[in-house]
C-alpha cells in the first residue's frame, strides 16, 4: 500500500472562505500555506486524501538543473522555498539538500548539457559538467564506460510520503481549513465572476478559487467549457527494502533514476517511460500533442485503450451540482503498475551497480502524470472566469515545483508582483497561436 502521513479534517465545514484551493497535493497544499501566511481565510479540499495521488507517487527528486528554460525560474524559487519550508512549519517535510548527479554513457547527452549549461547561467544557475574521471570518482562502484556528468550540488530530494501532508498541517496551524473526503463538482459563478464552489457538502462561497486538482483538473475544466489541453502519462516506479549505499542524493544514470530513500531504500523508475490510454479527453486533446508523440518520446510512450475510456479523469462525464461527480467515485486513482519497467528499472541500476543486483522490491505503484503539450505547467489566471486561477498540467515536475508553484499561485490569486516571469505558464498559450516549444524532458 501507499504509505502517506495522516493529516487530520478541520472541523466546521463553513459557509464562506476568501479563496478555495481545489486538490491536496503539493501545489494545492503550498498554495493554502502561502495564503494562510498572508492571513487569507483559505479552505482547501481534496475530493481523498491528502498527498494520495501523483504527490505521493513521485520520485521525491527536488531538481534545477536540465529543466525546461522557462521552468528554470520556477524552479529556483521553489527550491528556496523547499529549504524554508522545515524551519517555518516545525516538523520534517523531508527535504535534504543532498544534490543531484547525472551519468551518460554519450558524448552528445554531455553536449547537450553544456549547451544546456550555458543558458541555464544566463538566469543565474550553475552546476558542474564533470569528465568521465570525475564522474566516476564519484561513484567508484559505478561500471558504466562513463562519457560525462551533471551535477549539482544544490539539488536536493524530499520524501513524497511526508512533504505533502506537512504543508497542509503547517497551513492548518495559520489557520487554514482543510477539508478530505469533499469532492467539489463545480464552480458557482455570479455577476461574470466566481463566486463559491459546490461541494458534496454543500455550496462554499469564496471569493476567488484554485484549481490545482493534477489529473483531474481537465475533466473539471471540461465542465465549464474550459480547455485545458492535458492527458495522463501513467508512470511507474518502485521502492525497496533497506539496500547498500551507492549514492547519497539523487543520480540519473543509463536508463534509469535512483533517490535514496530516508529509510535506506531506494526509489526507482525508468525515465520518460509511461503509458497513454485512449480515452475521450486525450483523443479530444491529440492534435495539441502530435509534436509530442513525433518527438522522441514516443518510443518511451505505450498507447493503449484501457479502463479510463469509461471511468476516471479522462473519461467523458456530464454532472450536475446535485448529482454524484465523477470525483465522488473515484477517491484516490490507483493506475496499474508495468511490471516490464519494474523488471527493467532493476536491471539498469544493476548493470551499473554490481552491488544492487537482487534488490528487493518492497512496493511498486504507478501515478497519472498530468501532461501539457510542451511539457510546461499551467499556472494561470483564467479570462473567461475571473476569480479563477488554474495550477495543473506540471508534466511529472509538480513535486519539485510544488513550494514554488504555490507561491506563485498565491501571488496570482492576491494580484501581487509575482516576482517571476509568468507568460509561459499562461492558459491562452494553447490557443491565442503561440509557437509552443518543442517537448525535450518528461
Known amino acids: 500500500m501507499l504509505r502517506i502521513d495522516d493529516v487530520t479534517n478541520s472541523e466546521d465545514f463553513p459557509e464562506r472562505c476568501d479563496v478555495a484551493v481545489i486538490g491536496g497535493g503539493i501545489v494545492g497544499v503550498s498554495t493554502a500555506y502561502e495564503l494562510a501566511r498572508r492571513g487569507v481565510q483559505v479552505a482547501l479540499l481534496e475530493k481523498g486524501i491528502i498527498g494520495c495521488e501523483q504527490s505521493g507517487r513521485n520520485w521525491g527528486w527536488v531538481r534545477q538543473q536540465n529543466r525546461d528554460l522557462y521552468e528554470l525560474p520556477l524552479a529556483m524559487q521553489s527550491l528556496r522555498r523547499w529549504d524554508e519550508l522545515s ?6 517535510i523531508g527535504f535534504r539538500q543532498a544534490g543531484i548527479l547525472y551519468g551518460t554513457e554519450h558524448d552528445c547527452e554531455v553536449a547537450q548539457w553544456e549547451l544546456w549549461l550555458a543558458r541555464a547561467r544566463e538566469v543565474g544557475f550553475n552546476s558542474e559538467i564533470l569528465s568521465a574521471r570525475e564522474l566516476a570518482a564519484r ?146 486533446h491529440s492534435a495539441k500533442f502530435r509534436t509530442m508523440f513525433r518527438s522522441k518520446l514516443k518510443k518511451k510512450l505505450k498507447i493503449r485503450v484501457g479502463a479510463s475510456f469509461f471511468h476516471g479523469p479522462e473519461a467523458s462525464a456530464r454532472w450536475c451540482d446535485d448529482d454524484i461527480s465523477p470525483f465522488e467515485k473515484t477517491r484516490v486513482l490507483e493506475p496499474r503498475a508495468d511490471t516490464e519497467w519494474l523488471e527493467r528499472a532493476l536491471q539498469n541500476v544493476a548493470n551499473v551497480f554490481p552491488e544492487l543486483s537482487g534488490l528487493r522490491i518492497a512496493h511498486a505503484w504507478a501515478g497519472a502524470i498530468d501532461t501539457t503539450p510542451d511539457l510546461v505547467p499551467v499556472i494561470s489566471k483564467v479570462d473567461a472566469k475571473p476569480g479563477l486561477v488554474i495550477a495543473s498540467g506540471f508534466s511529472g515536475h509538480g513535486f519539485g515545483l510544488g513550494p514554488g508553484a504555490g507561491l506563485l499561485a498565491s501571488r496570482l490569486i492576491m494580484d501581487e508582483a509575482p516576482q517571476l516571469d509568468v507568460r509561459p505558464y499562461r492558459l491562452a498559450r494553447f490557443s491565442d497561436g503561440t509557437k509552443l516549444s518543442s517537448p525535450e524532458m518528461m
Open 87 to 92: 524551519n517555518e512549519i516545525g516538523e520534517d
Open 139 to 284: 561513484i567508484p562502484s559505478g561500471r558504466a564506460k562513463w562519457a560525462g556528468g551533471l551535477w549539482s550540488v544544490t539539488d536536493g530530494r524530499a520524501e513524497p510520503s511526508k512533504a505533502a501532508p506537512a504543508i497542509a498541517r503547517g497551513a492548518q496551524v495559520l489557520g487554514a481549513k482543510i477539508y478530505q473526503n469533499c469532492a467539489v463538482r463545480s464552480l458557482d459563478t455570479s455577476a461574470g465572476r466566481v463566486s463559491g464552489i459546490w461541494t458534496e457538502r454543500g455550496r462554499l462561497a469564496a471569493d476567488s478559487v484554485v484549481l490545482a486538482a493534477g489529473a483531474w483538473s481537465a475533466l473539471f475544466c471540461q465542465h465549464h467549457d474550459i480547455d485545458l489541453p492535458a492527458i495522463n502519462v501513467i508512470g511507474t516506479a518502485l521502492r525497496t527494502a533497506e539496500a547498500p549505499g551507492v549514492i547519497e542524493g539523487c543520480f540519473s544514470g543509463p536508463n534509469f533514476a535512483l533517490r535514496r530513500r530516508l529509510d535506506g531504500g531506494y526509489t526507482i523508475a525508468v525515465p520518460g517511460y509511461g503509458r497513454v490510454e485512449l480515452a475521450p479527453q486525450n483523443l479530444r
